[in-house]
T-cell receptor, first 110, second 110 residues
Framework: KQEVTQIPAALSVPEGENLVLNCSFTDSAIYNLQWFRQDPGKGLTSLLLIQSSQREQTSGRLNASLDKSSGRSTLYIAASQPGDSATYLCAVVNDYKLSFGAGTTVTVRA | DTAVSQTPKYLVTQMGNDKSIKCEQNLGHDTMYWYKQDSKKFLKIMFSYNNKELIINETVPNRFSPKSPDKAHLNLHINSLELGDSAVYFC?????????FGPGTRLTVL
């Protein structure tokens, strides 16, 4: 059974600092890994998707790395802004299912 | 235009009652899903339907019954509600690794 862990559970930083969010998973036989953003009262928005054959994926200020063999992924957010405040969820696909971590709640202070 | 919508957004009810949550998607997807997000923020898949047929059923009590009248709708019926059913329920549609999520329904059982 796939288990996804995210550390830390919460993070508070001043505006402009870089953010580092960690995700680990127990079963390395994944199809891909995704990072989602969840805002209070709203659904999930997909930020980045990394295929199992890829090492990283970038979109604007966001960069996600994947080390499948060690079961780890890291999401970097450069030059954080108050609008980045949200919960970030990591999810892996295997057995045709998405398995989610509990998320990291980020607060960026102005 | 809302891609995946859920009603109601909030649902407060007494133990033992029966309730339904509705989900509709206008994206033309063949597959729809129901997820439960508990108080610890873990999102877990409950059901998956493809073209009105059940394809994933994750050890969910029989009190939960999904119903798909057509491929654009996947409703969730819950009988004999229990305190532990309190959670946020998300509907989604799309392929396994490209899912679009609804805004969630917060169910509170008193």
């Amino acid at each position: 059974k796939q288990e996804v862990t995210q550390i830390p559970a919460a993070l508070s930083v001043p505006e402009g600092e870089n953010l580092v969010l960690n995700c680990s998973f127990t079963d390395s036989a994944i199809y891909n890994l995704q990072w989602f953003r969840q805002d209070p009262g709203k659904g999930l928005t997909s930020l980045l998707l990394i295929q199992s054959s890829q090492r990283e994926q970038t979109s604007g200020r966001l960069n996600a790395s994947l080390d499948k063999s060690s079961g780890r992924s890291t999401l970097y957010i450069a030059a954080s802004q108050p609008g980045d405040s949200a919960t970030y969820l990591c999810a892996v696909v295997n057995d045709y299912k998405l398995s989610f971590g509990a998320g990291t709640t980020v607060t960026v202070r102005a | 235009d809302t891609a995946v919508s859920q009603t109601p957004k909030y649902l407060v009810t007494q133990m033992g009652n029966d309730k339904s949550i509705k989900c509709e998607q206008n994206l033309g997807h063949d597959t729809m899903y129901w997820y439960k997000q508990d108080s610890k923020k873990f999102l877990k898949i409950m059901f998956s339907y493809n073209n009105k047929e059940l394809i994933i059923n994750e050890t969910v009590p029989n009190r939960f019954s999904p119903k798909s009248p057509d491929k654009a709708h996947l409703n969730l019926h819950i009988n004999s509600l229990e305190l532990g059913d309190s959670a946020v329920y998300f509907c989604a549609s799309g392929l396994t690794d490209t899912q679009y999520f609804g805004p969630g329904t917060r169910l509170t059982v008193l």
